[in-house]
């Protein structure tokens, strides 16, 4: 059986061809700028991006079987989401964000949740074709944390509603069906849970569900 480092030096065996076609043919482009004007070329090298890209997140999906956590306040990591957030600069976004009070602390690895609710977040304004507010909430229940984002993006269509957490399933257009593939994969590391609520011709609600401490 395959372990983390076999999958990765397979993963990095197949990058580097990939690369080195990309290369070779940017560089008949230089040498031939008529290339680019042939049937098919733009598609192929956009074709080349895309196959680079599932390969870089596929790698990605094998290096989370053991998070570096720590504990920390949750307004830490929402914080570190909101900093992620403004970066992106997206016009038209709007968020509300409402944490209950004093919650325990949580252990989590602060990149990885960070790097997973922020892939929900922007699923969900990809998903909003208007001006409309994301809600995030973070409240206690059951004595395990939850985090719930919520989009009021039209839903998903039910075919696909039902595997969007299997690879390479997706209804963006050029996406590539690894992004929720990844983002479980993070919240099962943490020995949490994640499920999604559509609503047809409303939106979607997205719960992320963590232990406060590892040792529960």
């Not at 039209?154 to 390479?168: H, K, T, Y």
């Amino acid at each position: 059986m395959l372990d983390n480092e076999d999958y990765l030096n397979i993963f990095h065996e197949i990058k580097n061809s990939i690369t080195l076609i990309s290369g070779s043919l940017q560089l008949v482009a230089k040498k031939h700028p008529e290339v680019c004007l042939f049937d098919y070329w733009n598609e192929a090298m956009s074709e080349i991006d895309f196959l680079k890209n599932i390969v870089t997140q596929l790698s990605s999906t094998r290096l989370y079987g053991s998070p570096k956590v720590m504990k920390l306040d949750i307004h830490t990591l929402m914080n570190q989401i909101e900093k992620s957030i403004r970066a992106f600069s997206w016009k038209d976004f709007n968020y509300c964000l409402s944490i209950e009070e004093n919650l325990p602390l949580v252990e989590l690895d602060i990149q990885l949740m960070k790097q997973a609710i922020v892939n929900i977040i922007k699923n969900a304004y990809e998903a909003t074709d208007k001006p409309d507010t994301i809600e995030l909430r973070v409240f206690s229940k059951r004595g395990r944390l939850h985090i719930t984002i919520t989009d009021h993006g039209g839903g998903l269509d039910p075919a696909v509603a039902a595997s969007i957490f299997q690879p390479f399933i997706t209804s963006k257009t050029g996406g590539s069906g690894l992004g929720l593939v990844i983002t479980q994969q993070i919240i099962e590391s943490h020995q949490g849970s994640i499920q999604c609520d559509s609503r047809p011709g409303d939106g979607c609600t997205f719960t992320i569900t963590l232990p406060f401490s590892q040792n529960q």
